[in-house]
């Protein structure tokens, strides 16, 4: 299992439309079980998109390492287990109206979904993950 990504896939991030950043954040995070944030005291970072407060989520720490600059420098790259992600950092995002961003990008923002409609999606891909292996 790698936990780096390639370099044709940097290259192909910043060209990537919302729905294959989300396609290739929800491939990624289940082959590592990691979701990366950044991290300013005891939480993860927050910004204001498009009117929208957000929570920028990456699937590797390099991309998180990435993003650590500007008004983000110095603030380290954390991962979480996808299970600690789903069911305690989407619920806390859910309960505070906070929509989660996927790998916000240098050229601007990355893609914007609802963490209740995150929640499903992975729930969905865990169960049937599960689903698989117990076959």
């Not at 396609?23 to 929208?52: A, H, S």
């Amino acid at each position: 299992m790698r936990y780096e990504p390639h370099t044709d896939e940097i290259a192909a991030i910043p060209s990537m439309s919302d729905d294959d950043l989300l396609e290739y954040f929800l491939y990624r995070i289940f082959e590592t079980d990691e979701v990366w944030g950044l991290k300013d005291g005891p939480n993860w970072i927050t910004r204001e998109v498009d009117g929208c407060e957000t929570q920028p989520v990456w699937p590797y720490k390099w991309f998180a390492e990435q993003a650590a600059s500007g008004e983000w420098a110095d603030l380290p790259a954390v991962a979480n287990s996808i299970d600690y992600f789903v069911y305690n950092i989407l619920q806390r995002l859910v309960q505070q109206q906070i929509s989660v961003e996927i790998m916000p990008r240098a050229n601007g923002r990355g893609c914007l979904i609802s963490p209740r409609r995150l929640f499903g999606m992975l729930e969905n891909m865990m169960e049937s993950r599960d689903f698989t292996v117990g076959d």
